[in-house]
């Protein structure tokens, strides 16, 4: 193992002797040692590229690096970084060289492994400059070419031009943990970390891409490849890119497999569950900057704290966020592990007239329309965190390797029933009547129950993951909208991934389809965006490519129980955490959206989305938007559809039309709020 030992290796061996010891159980500690975040840019042509441009893009993500930047030029080459030091704080700069200066790399991420991979390839007769991660690139690119993503455990998004051959590479992460965007015009390619800083060349088209505004209403991100722009697109996660003399290819290099395979019984695989969080856990604990965990008082995170204190020779830092609204706030169950393991905790409560002051400089950050509303409390929580560390952990990933959403255990309920064709016409309709028209909850799942008895099981998950359904996006675009789509199905997406999956089990279809849309789409881009806004570091112990690979194959009855979800990570954290804790209903990361759109959000809402310039637009009918904002004011639930509009609105007005600069913003407003 790397960098010292951890309690438990995944191989059950012993910890080495002599390690640190955990001040509460006396379990052998991380050593640590310390990677860097940063946010990459540059340009390759046959012609020479403009380096003033490459310093532009990076001023624009500064807040990923504040702490640095470095650049390459050549004839045919301009890259550049800005870096958030983390490991080798002090010689760990970039661009890093191979040993005649031929191959040049700039790298975003953290590579776990990397002191294993240095000892193989300084063993091989390789030399280092630096005691960083970013070296190892350039380094495996000489001996493995392209292939060098498959020795790689971490999350990455890295540029590597090989001078010689005038070639560059790019590539991003197994799971899409750190972004990468890229634009090609004629024989030359741009690419960066975020879409602020390929839209600071004036010539880039700022034209809304209308297939992904489309995908956007339905799902509340846009999905890659697509970027909101047209003639911008972003690097899939699993999948490099090669550019050579002005040629572009680019390939998938990993997915995750869920083809089941011969298991033991559900308590070895419980015990091996602990090691490999634990071993995920460790890893991600080196750093040389001050550390600590996002505690929502979920399994993942709770678990992801356990494993922390068990590995740590002092109390854990924690940050929760809470709402007044006690439907949404989950503080109660944080503070109950934070008690459990002698974290030293702290909170903030977020109220709606927070969320409106902020709201701008989140869309700003986003550079895309993004509809979840749980940015919100995920910006705050950064805030507080970055207050106090540099480096945090969460617990992304639980959900979707464990099982862990309610959609999942109706899905299974459900199977593949569907109703006779002759019914799906009449359950459509009054499904649809009833989900739309009902001012209460139940009612409303009630008509969507309905609706969905019609469907097949791959349009029933796209229906139960859609915010903008197809009828209501039909209702909702004007003819020229109409026209440019020419029947475009969103649902598609997902379908596509339905049908291609390896899974025998539809629970893990299931997952199979978020882990390559939803995950990638939505959660990790909120992470990203919120921590990187305040230049703090998150790491995500279950995303550990070994742990879902592990977890892929496993049966889907391990995971979905009848209408208990994520059972077998429950099984295993039974003697880590507190069981209220373990019992209790999912809750998610949910804020009062529907209550502060009738109240702080509303005045905002009603003036973005019915004024002149909202109208002007051409791509929504004024009259179906008013009339939303109206059934939400009577009681009948449009928060969601109002909220992706709103977002869109917001969005176009302060960065189609102008420019997302963050570096040139106006003062954040102070939060309202408290901590403690």
């Known amino acids: 193992m790397y960098l010292g030992a951890s309690a438990v290796s995944p191989r059950g061996s012993a910890p080495a002797s002599g390690s640190p010891r955990c001040w509460r159980t006396g379990h052998p500690t991380v050593q640590h040692r310390g990677a860097f975040m940063c946010g990459v840019a540059g340009i390759v042509s046959t012609s020479p590229p403009d380096p003033e441009q490459v310093r532009t893009m990076c001023r624009l993500i500064t807040h990923r690096g504040p702490d640095g930047e470095g650049y390459h030029t050549d004839a045919n080459a301009a890259l550049g970084m800005r870096r958030l030091a983390i490991i080798d704080v002090v010689g760990g700069g970039q661009p890093v060289y191979n040993e005649d200066r031929t191959v040049a790399a700039v790298f975003n991420g953290e590579i776990y492994n990397f002191v294993e991979l240095r000892e193989q390839l300084i063993a091989r007769g390789h030399r280092f400059a630096t005691d960083g991660d970013t070296e190892v690139l350039v380094h495996l690119y000489e001996d493995h070419g392209e292939d060098l993503v498959a020795h790689l455990r971490g999350m990455f998004a890295f540029a590597i031009w090989d001078m010689s051959r005038r070639r560059l590479l790019i590539a991003r992460d197994r799971v899409g943990k750190k972004p990468l965007y890229y634009r090609q015009s004629g024989t030359s390619l741009a690419f960066a970390s975020e879409l602020k800083a390929l839209m600071a060349d004036p010539a880039v088209s700022r034209e809304v891409d209308p297939v992904a505004l489309h995908h956007y209403l339905t799902y509340q991100y846009v999905p890659a490849p697509w970027s909101i722009y ?77 494993a922390m204190a068990r590995l740590s ?70 805030e507080l965190s970055r207050r106090h560390v540099t480096v945090v952990l969460n617990g992304d990933g639980g959900d979707e390797s464990f099982g862990g959403y309610r959609r999942y255990a109706y899905m299974k309920k459900v199977g593949r029933r569907q109703a006779p064709r002759r019914l799906h016409g009449v359950l459509n309709r009054v499904g649809s009547a009833l989900a739309e028209a009902s001012t209460t909850p139940r009612l409303r799942r009630v008509g969507r129950g309905l609706r969905l008895l019609g469907e097949t099981p791959q349009h029933r998950y796209a229906s139960l993951m859609s915010y903008f359904t197809n009828e209501s996006k039909d209702a909702l675009y004007t003819d020229a909208m109409h026209e440019q789509l020419d029947h475009l199905d969103s649902y598609e997406l997902i379908g596509e991934v ?113 004024d002149h310039t909202a109208r002007s637009r051409g791509l929504f009918r004024p009259e179906v938007v008013r009339g939303l904002l109206q059934d939400h004011d009577e009681g009948r639930d449009r928060s969601t559809r109002l909220w992706s509009l709103l977002q869109f609105e917001l969005w176009h007005r302060t960065c189609a039309e102008t420019s997302c600069d963050i570096a040139t913003a106006p003062p954040e407003p102070a939060a309202q709020g408290h901590c403690g």
């Open 498 to 610: 339905f049908d291609t999956s390896r899974a025998d089990e539809d629970v893990n279809r299931l997952m199979d389809v978020d882990v390559n849309t939803y995950l990638p789409g939505d959660l990790l881009v909120k992470v990203d965006i919120t921590t990187m806004a305040h230049s703090l570091e998150a790491r995500s112990p279950f995303l550990d490519h070994h742990l879902m690979e592990w977890a892929a194959g496993l049966p889907g009855r391990w995971k979905v129980d009848g209408q208990v979800t994520k059972a077998l990570l429950k099984k295993a954290m039974a003697p880590w955490l507190p069981s209220e804790l373990i019992t209790r209903p999912k809750a998610g990361f949910g804020v009062p959206l529907a209550d502060w759109l009738r109240s702080e959000l509303r005045p905002l809402a009603f003036d973005l989305l019915t």
């Open 313 to 382: 020779d002092r109390p854990v830092k924690t940050f929760c966020i809470g709402f007044d609204d006690q439907r949404f706030d989950e503080r109660s169950y944080a503070a109950t592990v934070a008690r459990r393991y002698g974290t030293d905790h702290h909170e903030f409560v977020v109220a709606g007239s927070a969320a409106l002051e902020v709201l701008p400089t989140v869309t700003r950050h986003f550079d895309e329309p993004f509809a979840d509303s749980s940015a919100i409390p995920s910006f705050f929580v950064a």
């Open 230 to 306: 047209r003639g911008v697109r972003k690097l899939s996660p699993g999948h490099l890119l090669v550019w050579q003399d002005g040629e572009v290819s680019e390939k998938r290099y990993w997915k995750l497999d869920f083809t089941p395979r011969p298991v033991g019984s559900e308590q070895d695989a419980a015990q091996q569950a602990r090691e490999l969080l634990l071993d995920a856990t460790r890893v991600r604990m080196v750093s040389e900057r001050p550390l600590g965990a996002f505690l929502s008082g979920g399994i993942d995170s709770s678990a992801v704290v356990a």
